[in-house]
């Protein structure tokens, strides 16, 4: 007897039902349909926002001027800085006795002091300071500057009183000279020659053997520009950090006074006498001078030529985005779910009998979920940054600009960040398969490092190797300003410094999340569904 | 009598129950032994450390293991179906809801006395030799000090509350994922938050917030300026526990299973 053969039924559909795309478009189907995780998503977008909205209105100013008027509230108050070459805020006061040169030239000075005064522990914070003293980074020396408009460009040689002779330039940059402090004993000569748009700096010991310090270009440098002998000595400032995670800091205007003699210029110089004063206004009352007698000048000065800083005055725009933790909550749920859904309510098992290949299953929803999460997180990002720094405005709160690209870095970065944790909290689903597990793991190891270190009572230097080893590291893509080791500051993650450069930092957190990826497709090929 | 019986043979027999409790004691005590080993007073410095507070550090970490206890408690229970078979075998919800609320605070305080009494041992080993020494004013943490025995048996009652908030949530929200992520991002979003914002606003949420407020029961030193007084800090916890309890148990008694 003969078993009839029974050609099973096949239907006419298009061939190839199991490619790669299909798989996609199946699991964008699934994620795109249930209604709770699209609105997850938008929840986490939202609490980006909003929270961020809240910080950039969190503090407003009220302000009054200085002998009487109103007291004004918002938006009149708020502080201007002027605006260096590359677009920062800076800091663009000293003082300076100039006079101008024309064209190419050059000047050439010895330095034999520099010292200084610090205001008084206790004294009157108003009035000159007081107490003899330097801070590290009071300096003394030579510059050319574009003119005396604050934030114009300048090239400077300088002595300092803790870091040597210094060759600083347009507020960011800053090059190291001959090191050691200055004394009668031990003099510097300084030497900046301009030639047409580049300035180069020298130094000597002795007036005869010179060393090259740098060379750099200073884009549509004036014709005429200002030159000079200039002292200025940043703010004093105490930082104590406390150990419940803030910092206080005390102080008030430092004070410094550049000794200078043996000046000689080349080129042409048509101004008939030296010029004395501040640039960018003096810091307070019987503040800076200087004195000529016999070729010697005695320049007394305050103030700094450097970026603004985070601070009092004003705030980062990564503070705008402070509701990144609250919108990676709901994105990590989401993309949890997005996985363990399917194993509480046995779809696993159809999803798998209709693409056996499981670890491709797996990449077609990390693929889905990262891109949704990378959505979200980069629109939300961008309309935090744009709202935060309208609503920080209207408050009459100074934000400190940055340049394009570190805005786009922080939007797409922080895009990434919500796509790396939702394909780590995806991949940790399927290998643990519990939703509360899951999602309780990846909150705590991305959000609790970061409240250790900032909100909490550990020191920096623990701090600093949490938010290098963690997934806590990725929140450093959302860093606004460098660090500046020309500018003494308190650097932590308290005041939005990581110890790891941005991409690197996200790229800790993408590491985790390959690392767990890997995992769960091992795990799902080896375990029953 | 026999609804204790009931959950308690759940809550012993079920692997979960146990091995976060014994999560909950090694993490805790882990990383307050991290937090002192990485904490140094150098010679020639004040430093304004709390050694109590420092050494139960380690809580922060804990309360998460503590919470995906008490979540899964009543979630596990909706998301197996088991909650309507807990329900036909005994139809007084609130009763349920009750016994398991009582087991729940027995066996957290327990789990949590064990894990701050070993932070406190920890803190009291290592503190010493980096620096936080008698002569320097910092005595060896002591439970005969009445401010260090508040932080330690205060940190045991802080884990049991966030138990008790932890259930009550997760009562309401009945989703496993969904709870822990609104237990967490309760407990850890206000101090980020709270960073960012302005002073004043930063004292009220500090004193809002059930871990900030909560966690005042573990200062021993600069009380003063603290933004909330450790047992009234304690009592805005309870009363975040007793108000999610609350909606917890109106949503259990007005809903379907």
Redesign the interface.
Known sequence: MTVPTITPYRPAGPAGPDGFAQLLRAEWTKFRTVRGWLAGLVVAALALVA?GL??AG???SSCQHVGGGPVRHGRACMPTFPVGPGGLAVQDSFYFVRQPLTGSGSITVRVTSLTGRLPAANGNPTGPPASPGQVPWAKAGIIVKDSTRPGSAYAAVMVTAGHGVRMQDDYTSDRAGRPGAVSAASPRWLRLTRAGDTVTGYDSADGTHWARIGTVQLAGLAPTVQAGLFTASPGYEVITQ????GTTGSGGPSQATGVFDHLSRSGRWPGAQWAGGYVGGAPGPGMGGYHQAGGRFTVTGSGDIAPVLPGDPGQTID?HL??T??GL??V??VA??FI?AEY?RGLIRTTFAASPRRGRVLAAKAIVAGAAAFVAGLAAAAAALYFGAWVARQHGTYVLPVSGLTEFRIVAGTGALFAAAAILALALGAVLR???????IV??AI??P???G??????V??TDWLLRITPAAAFAVQQAMPQYPQVTALYSP?TGYFPLAPWAGLAVMCGYAALVLGLAVVLLRRRDA | MTALHAEWTKLRTLAGPAWLLTATVVLTVAVSAATAAATRCPAGLACPVDPARLSLTGVQLGQAAVAILAAGLITTEYSTGMIRTTFTAMPRRLTVLGVKAALLTGAVLAAGTLAALGSLAAGRLILPSHGFTAARGFPALSLADGSVLRATLGSALYLALIALLSLGIATAVRDPAAAIAIILSLLYLVPVVAHVLAPDWYRHLEQAGPMTAGLAIQATTGLRHLPIGPWAGLGVLAAWAAGALLAGALLLRLRDA
């Open positions: 929270i809240l910080a969190a503090s407003s406390n150990f419940g995670g503070s402070v509701g933790f609250a909550i709901a990590i749920v949890t779910l363990t509480r519990r939703s509360a597990a899951a999602v309780s909150i705590v959000v609790l970061y409240i250790l900032i909100a909490s009572v550990l020191p230097g623990a308290g």
